[in-house]
Every structure is written in C-alpha cells, then in structure tokens.
C-alpha cells in the first residue's frame, strides 16, 4: 500500500489549530442550501443522529442540527471551536461541540449519516474509516464534501505562481481524495452529486484573508514580511480584474457518499464507481499548485 501523500501529514493538519486560521474562516463562501438536502436525504433513518469528522467553525454542524436529533461535531482544533462556539445557534442543545481527534474520539452512535466536509484528508484514514462503518446504522454511509470556486477564474494561472511561491506547504501534489481512499480498501463509492453553482461576492479583503483559512497560508507560520507581499502582490493581481472592489464567483459543493471500510452495501441511487470524488484538480484558492491542500 503506498504512503499517504506527505503533503497531508500531520504538520501540515496542525496548522488548522491556529487561532488567524480559525479567524479567517469566516471569509469562506458559504456552503449551498441545497447541500443540506441532500445530506438529510442520505441519512438512515431520516432525522436521526448525524456525527461530522473535522467540523472546523461549524459551517456545516449549523445547518444540520435542525435536520437531525442530534450531531456530533467532531474537531481536534481548539481554536476552530472557540470561533464555532460564538456562532448563533451553537448553542442549540442537538449540537455536541466535541473537542478531540476523529482517531480518538468516542463515537456515541448509531449514526444515521457521517459527514466529513472538507476535513478527511487530514485524517489516519485507516484508523478513522474503520471507526466510522462500525458506528454507522445499517445503511448508512459516509458523505464527503467539498465546496469549491465554479472556474477557471481569469487570475487563476498567476494566482499559481504566487501559491508557489509563498505557500509553506512545500510538499504538495495533485491528488484524489476518493481515490486514495478506495485503493486502500476504505472506502466503496455509492454516488456523487455537485450543487448548481451559486453566486457569491466579497470584498477584495475578504477575499485574500479566505485564503490564509487555507493550508500554506496561516499567518502564524509565514514571515510577516512574507504574508504582506504575498497580500500586496494578491491585491495588485485581483485590481486588474475587479474594479470595483468586489470579487465575483460562484460556487458549488460536491458530495461523495458511500460506504467507509468496504464492508457495507452504499445506498447509491445517484451512479457508482471508485474515482472522481473530492479533492481532485488544482484550483484557484481552494486547491492549487504549489501548496493549497485540501482541509479547504
């Protein structure tokens, strides 16, 4: 079996413990509203316990909480809780805040969904999948999501070069996120759906602060020196194509689901097959060459 990408190793995963990271997740889009459809189509029963792997500031664990008797949000960072906890609504009583590692958490199921959005790839997948089938009701599956910018972008090619040339992620490497997962035998794909784009807008500020919510890109391990030229240089590169301040995409998620570890029947009403799921091709903020990895 090959080795897990490095550039997913644990010293890179730790940079989601510090506190600028947790603060500039704010400026990440939102995720769709159809997306939490979805993912309580997929629950079995419907409405019953869902557990989150790596729910980060609670994007996704707000949303869910009205579509389940309850959801264990699972997250090792205490900074990411701290943000999550000051949210509205965190402190509806079906929301456990659980601080603790996927690999060391105490699973309370049986679990009608697991979702990890965003967060599986900086995880022992071969401690965590095999975890995650046995808390799972009858059924049951393993979502995976990924909320990514609908491209190309125009400033996409130079926006690379400058990932490359400043991100502290050294290691990083195109990869496949499913891919990984089901050549090990982890994982068994039962269906794939992507959300219709969604318009989105934000300040040119907002815009390079959301990039520093990514890992390479935490202000607490750049040079000072370094994260200023890298936000001048950003800047100067996204003037040239909006003028008025604002940068303007859209938007879409993609959920992967099916059965964690290969030992259970997915409920795939939605196309079969191993590959093409999250985490794929490079892209502008949220996966790119140079040191963009995935906790996105």
């Not at 994007?59 to 906890?85: K, W």
């Not at 998620?253 to 999250?278: E, F, K």
């Amino acid at each position: 079996m090959s080795s897990k990408p490095a550039h997913l190793g644990p010293a890179y995963g730790a940079q989601f413990h510090d506190e600028s990271v947790a603060r500039a997740y704010a400026a990440r889009p939102p995720y769709p509203r159809e997306l939490f459809e979805w993912l309580s189509e997929l629950q079995r029963p419907r409405g019953g316990r869902i557990l989150e792997l790596g729910c980060g500031t609670g994007d996704l664990t707000l949303g869910l909480s009205a579509r389940a008797e309850r959801v264990d949000a699972v997250e090792p960072s205490a900074a990411m809780l701290a943000v999550a906890r000051r949210r509205a609504g965190a402190d509806e009583p079906r929301i456990r805040w659980i601080e603790a590692t996927a690999e060391e958490a105490a699973f309370d199921g049986p679990y009608a969904l697991a979702v990890a959005a965003e967060s599986l790839h900086w995880m022992e997948w071969e401690v965590v999948l095999p975890k995650v089938a046995a808390a799972l009701t009858p059924g049951a599956v393993l979502a995976i999501v990924e909320r990514e910018h609908v491209g190309p972008l125009p400033w996409d090619a130079e926006l690379s070069r400058l990932i490359s040339a400043y991100s502290t992620n050294r290691e990083f490497r195109p990869y496949d996120l499913v891919n990984e997962l089901t050549t090990r035998g982890l994982f068994r794909q039962a269906g794939r759906r992507t959300t219709t784009p969604v318009a989105f807008a934000q300040s040119i500020a907002d815009h390079i602060e959301c990039m520093h919510s990514r890992n390479g890109f935490s202000r607490d391990r750049m040079a000072a020196d370094a994260a200023a030229a890298f936000d001048a240089a950003y800047r100067r590169l996204l003037e040239r194509y909006c003028a008025d301040d604002v940068v303007r995409f859209s938007t879409v998620a993609t959920i992967v689901w099916g059965s964690p570890h290969g030992d259970r029947d997915g409920d795939g009403d939605g196309g079969g097959g191993g590959g093409g799921g999250a985490g794929t091709a490079p892209h502008s903020g949220q996966r790119a060459p140079g040191g963009v990895a995935r906790r996105s």
